[in-house]
């Protein structure tokens, strides 16, 4: 069930084309959003466009920044801004202790600055329901990636899957559904029984080294560095590593380039390969947790 959203007031902050789509959904459900670092995307009826983070921070009931979160001086990624969207310190000041912030993921200066200030801060990258549901549009990714980077077809192909959690196992499975033989390669045993009872070949993380010279695409997802030196040494030449885990990935890129074999970070998929899929996601995922954090803010009060 999707929630209703009348009478709340959101600021949509910066973010890709995953906004784009965002917004219209939001609206739709009652909300009235004011949008900063926007001014370049195209039109959306009843957007309110603000100059700066400043003035919306004071207007808005809850702030939704973008799932890349920022860089280590706090500026947030707006591609459709003119000018820079910066969260610093003047700006977490101003927000009012009631007003939760979301962001896909919060740095450990900005989680300690506002714990200081007495800010919310709600990650929202990891919560399952998004996650699981990102993993299909990062698997698409991923596998379109494979597909550009290899002279082969993914059908009949030896493809490991390092890590078998929410992205995991949704590409494996995808990668099984195009024909080929699927690696499924995890920690826990029970993941491994689960990988053996779904058509995967089951290879422990420590039994890796002995088996990942017959791999000839390598997608992982354990956010590692299982992609060691020794790792690459066992590896065919002419092996693809499609690195999908959070920076800077689980593979020494640098040794890899060294090797020869191609290696591929592939960050931020689903804003790139399927931003309107991916829009929706967020706005299928957010109305909950917004009033879920309106909730708790009012019952805090
Ligand atoms: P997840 O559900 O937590 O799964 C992570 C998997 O990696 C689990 O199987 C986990 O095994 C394994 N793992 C974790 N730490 C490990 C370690 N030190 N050594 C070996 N294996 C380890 O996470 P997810 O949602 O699938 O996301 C996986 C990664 O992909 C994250 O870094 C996430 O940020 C990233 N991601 C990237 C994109 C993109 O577009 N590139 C999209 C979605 C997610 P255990 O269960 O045994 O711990």
Redesign the pocket.
């Known amino acids: 069930m999707v929630a209703g959203l009348k009478g709340i007031r959101l600021a949509v902050v910066g973010g890709d084309d995953r906004e784009i789509y965002l917004i219209p959904e939001l609206q739709k459900l009652g909300a009235y959003i004011v949008g900063v670092g926007l001014e370049k995307a195209p039109p959306i009826p009843g957007l309110t466009l603000v100059g700066t983070l400043l003035e919306a921070v004071s207007q808005v009931d809850v702030l939704l920044f973008p799932m890349f979160g920022t860089d280590e001086r706090g500026l947030v990624k707006a591609k459709y801004g003119n000018s820079p969207v910066v969260l610093n310190k003047e700006v977490l000041q101003a927000i009012p202790s009631k007003v939760p912030l979301c962001i896909g993921w919060a740095r450990q200066a900005l989680k300690s600055a506002a714990d200081m200030l007495g800010i919310r801060i709600v990650e929202t ?2 919560l399952p329901e998004l ?1 699981i549901l ?2 299909i549009p ?1 698997a698409e ?1 991923a596998i379109q990636m494979a597909m550009e980077a290899t002279p082969i077809t993914l059908h009949g192909s030896q493809s490991f899957v ?7 196992w949704t590409l494996a499975r995808m990668l099984m559904g195009i024909g080929a033989h699927v690696t499924g390669v ?3 045993s029970a ?1 491994l029984a689960r990988a053996a009872e779904m058509g995967f070949q089951p290879v422990h ?1 420590s039994d890796l080294e002995d088996q990942i010279g017959r791999a000839e695409i390598v997608f992982n ?4 560095p ?1 992609l060691d030196r020794v790792m690459l040494e066992m590896m065919a030449r002419d092996a693809v590593i499609i690195d ?3 920076l800077p990935g689980g593979t020494d890129f640098e040794y890899a380039q060294m090797l020869g074999i191609k290696a591929l970070l ?5 804003g790139i390969v399927a931003p309107k899929t991916a829009g929706k996601i967020l706005a299928q995922v957010y109305p909950q947790l917004i009033l879920r954090q309106l909730s708790t803010v009012n019952a805090l009060v």
């Open positions: 990258a990891n996650a990102n993993s990062s990714g390092i890590g078998l959690g929410r992205t995991g995890a920690r826990k993941d993380l997802t354990a956010p590692a299982v999908l885990a959070s592939a960050p931020g998929l689903p």
